[in-house]
Nanobody, 115 residues
Framework: QVQLVESGGGLVQPGGSLRLSCAAS????????MGWYRQGPGKRRDVVAR???????TYGDSVKGRFTISRDNAKNTVYLQMNSLKPEDTAVYYC?????????WGQGTQVTVSS
């Protein structure tokens, strides 16, 4: 089992920045991939950014060049640095971990981009 706890969401103006954090606990040594997904109002949940255990990263097309995923292995924490935020980035952001065939999700954190 893997437990994920997100933090760092909130309200920000267009063009602003936020950093999300996801602290993992439990069977973390077997995690293959960690990442962030988001789900806007009336939309499906889509991938934002993912990082493999080897450090490889992938990003959704809409966030490339603006968002950066990183990790601190000592803290078992993954971060999502979000810059140049746009109103269309408004969504609930979910942390995700993949452990073999098992997917784990955090509770989600709301990000609202509005003036």
């Amino acid at each position: 089992q893997v437990q994920l706890v997100e933090s760092g969401g909130g309200l920000v103006q267009p063009g602003g920045s936020l950093r999300l954090s996801c602290a993992a606990s439990g069977s973390i040594l077997s995690i293959n991939v960690m990442g962030w997904y988001r789900q806007g109002p009336g939309k499906r949940r889509d991938v934002v950014a993912r990082m493999t255990s080897g450090g490889g990263t992938t990003y959704g097309d809409s966030v490339k060049g603006r968002f950066t995923i990183s990790r601190d292995n000592a803290k078992n924490t993954v971060y999502l640095q979000m810059n140049s935020l746009k109103p269309e980035d408004t969504a609930v952001y979910y942390c995700n971990a993949v452990n073999g065939l098992d997917y784990y999700w955090g509770q989600g954190t709301q990000v609202t981009v509005s003036s």
